[in-house]
């Protein structure tokens, strides 16, 4: 038999919770032991722990009722002085110095720091935070662009770029800092296969006509039953053939060819109709990489319209091997019917530069040496696509002959465009259609998820606090023989590998043009008539959607050289005003 103060029975002595704790001590849930902070706020941190044995009538009892003012020569017990915090020298100090008041940074404080240091002549230092990329060239960008780096905690940041999508956690230090982002809530909804599948679609069902420029495509495995029906009624009959997408995949990885119905599994797959007549050149398929930036998902216009641009300088990216009708013989052959650049570098066939490693690093330095004048930013001029037919850019003469060679499997978009034209294709109608595919993509996206994504995160009332995050698309469009377009991917964090000059080139300065158009607000200025014109995070009043949409368009003239502004339309037209009309049904 165990004496009664045996460790084995005081083990199986339950451990007193937090509740009865307090109520053993007679104090409040908060467990408030101090009585000279009876009835303040307090968090759970407070609660006091009572050893094993500890009998309550101990520890001094604490009224929940509201304490009354006490006489001025009451004292404290002694066991509550002793759970007060110490105070360190600065406090002690600070108190006892009444001009030495203590330094405290407000919230409006920490949001006016975020939109720049502004010093008297209307110059910013803008601080951003680039830690977390793997690539170079954003850090280069940023240097060109007069910016310091900074990190992520410091109160001076503005700008923070990441690879990676947004999580839970930026999010709310977002809302609670003012951060910029270089990524939007919810764009997942139209960068994955299977999303951009169902985003079109829900918007495509309502107006058919507005998207002929997506092929049909089907999310496994949801719609196998619909996509059943119509290879047995009319895809088979038709000889259609058909490409599978996995869900998340990317740089070509797991994509097939097939004309059979697939079977019905459990992972996500996107089953797109293949385009088997693909305008060539020299025998050879190719897609076109375009850059499309949103800067505003949100209603600050009275039409409702985000703020979508598309840039005039892109990729040209081409197969490795000659282009045939898919068959048995060929339908497994991706350096053939697949444009990726992954797929294709390591064919034999991939035709680069004899001088990659001296074009690329002569490309650098003049990078380097022309840094003060925006690196490889071209200083005016109009790009040929979409531009002029005699237009050139104002740019080094090594730039500009790497911009315009034909030759090799990867060309520019202006390359394309010389090509082009000099074979009797309407570049500009190839321009205007590609604008619509881009401009209709962007739009569907944000009625159908996007502003709601916004809307959930940040508020319906942060219309005016300034632009919030940016995202830069990448689109893959595919041009017919009849140089219609058609869109096959959308990617969130195009790649900005720079393994030779024209990689260089182009997406040094595409990144340049798009954080100087979607991430940097206008600096507080008292001289104009109303602080919240400013779009200031920090500001007390929310600006007009008016007057945001009047410093949007001029900042829209002064910044924009190789980004085309889509929505809303410069021009005034209303042409896609019944798109933006649609709502979740």
């Known amino acids: 038999m165990t004496s009664r103060n045996s460790p084995r029975q005081l083990s199986k002595i339950p451990r007193p919770t937090a509740i009865q704790k307090s109520k053993t001590i007679g104090q409040t849930p908060c467990g408030l032991a101090d009585l000279s902070l009876a009835g303040t706020q307090c968090s759970p941190v407070s609660i006091r722990k009572i050893r094993p044995g500890t009998e309550a009538s101990s520890v001094p009892k604490v009224s929940t009722e509201a304490p009354s003012k006490a006489p001025t020569n009451s004292q404290p017990s002694q066991r509550a002085v002793q759970s007060r915090p110490r105070k360190n020298k600065a406090d002690i100090s600070s108190n006892s110095t009444k001009s030495l008041p203590q330094k405290q940074t407000t919230k409006e404080q920490d949001l006016r720091l975020r939109s720049g240091i502004v010093h008297h002549d209307g110059s910013r230092d803008i601080y951003v935070d680039t830690s977390a990329t793997m690539y170079s060239v954003i850090r280069r960008v940023t240097v060109q662009l007069g910016w310091k780096e900074a990190a992520l905690e410091d109160e001076k940041t503005m700008l923070v770029w990441r690879d990676e999508c947004l999580k839970p956690k930026d999010i709310t230090l977002m809302r609670s800092t003012g951060l910029r982002w270089n990524h939007m809530p919810g764009v997942e909804s139209m960068c994955t296969k299977c999303g951009l599948q169902q985003t079109i679609g829900r918007v495509a069902a309502a107006y058919p006509k507005s998207f002929g420029f997506f092929p049909k495509c089907w999310s496994l495995p949801v719609q196998w039953i619909k996509l059943d029906h119509y290879m047995k009624t009319k895809g088979i009959k038709n000889g259609t053939v058909l490409i599978l997408k996995p869900n998340t995949s990317s740089r070509g990885r797991g994509i097939e060819l097939t004309k059979e119905i697939p079977k019905r599994g459990s992972d996500s797959v996107m089953v797109q109709e293949y385009i088997q007549r693909p305008l060539t050149i020299k025998g050879l398929k190719f897609d076109l990489r375009m850059y499309a930036l949103i800067t505003d998902v949100r209603c600050c216009d ?151 994504h916004y809307y959930d995160n940040f508020g319906a009332d942060a219309a005016g606090q300034g632009m919030r995050c940016f995202e830069l698309l990448g689109l893959d469009v595919l041009l017919d023989e009849q140089c219609k377009p058609h869109l096959l991917e959308v990617n969130m964090s195009p790649s900005i590998a720079t393994d030779t000059a024209l990689d260089l080139l182009v997406k040094e300065t595409v990144h340049q043009e798009a954080l100087l158009l979607a991430s940097i607000p206008p600096a507080p200025s008292p001289s104009l008539e109303r602080p919240g014109c400013n779009i200031d995070p920090g500001t007390e009043r929310a600006p007009s959607p008016a007057a945001v949409r009047a410093w949007r368009d001029a900042h829209d003239a002064t910044v924009c050289r190789g980004f085309q502004r889509l929505l809303p339309p410069p021009d005034g037209s209303t042409r896609y005003n019944e798109i933006a009309t649609f709502t979740r049904r």
């Not at 350096?335 to 530069?353: F, G």
């Not at 490693?357 to 022309?370: F, G, N, V, W, Y």
């Not at 104002?394 to 090799?408: K, P, Y």
Request: glycine residues 8%.
């Open 302 to 452: 009275t039409d409702g319209m985000p703020r979508v641009y598309l840039h005039h300088e892109g990729l040209t990216r081409f197969c490795t091997t000659a282009y045939q009708t898919p068959d048995d013989s060929n339908m497994h052959d991706n350096t053939q019917h697949l444009s990726n650049y992954s797929v294709n570098k390591w064919s034999a066939a991939y035709v680069k530069s004899p001088k990659v490693k001296e074009d690329l690093a002569m490309m650098m330095k003049i990078s380097e040496e022309d840094r003060a004048h925006g690196g490889l930013l071209p200083r005016g001029g109009s790009y040929v696509f979409g531009g002029g037919a005699d237009a050139g850019l104002d740019e080094s003469v090594f730039a500009r002959q790497i911009r315009q060679e034909q030759s090799g499997s990867k060309w520019t978009l202006t390359a394309f465009a010389s090509w082009a034209r000099a074979n009797g294709i309407d570049t500009d109608l190839v321009w205007r259609r590609c604008c619509d595919l881009a401009a209709k993509t962007a739009l569907a996206a944000t009625v159908a998820t996007m502003r709601q």
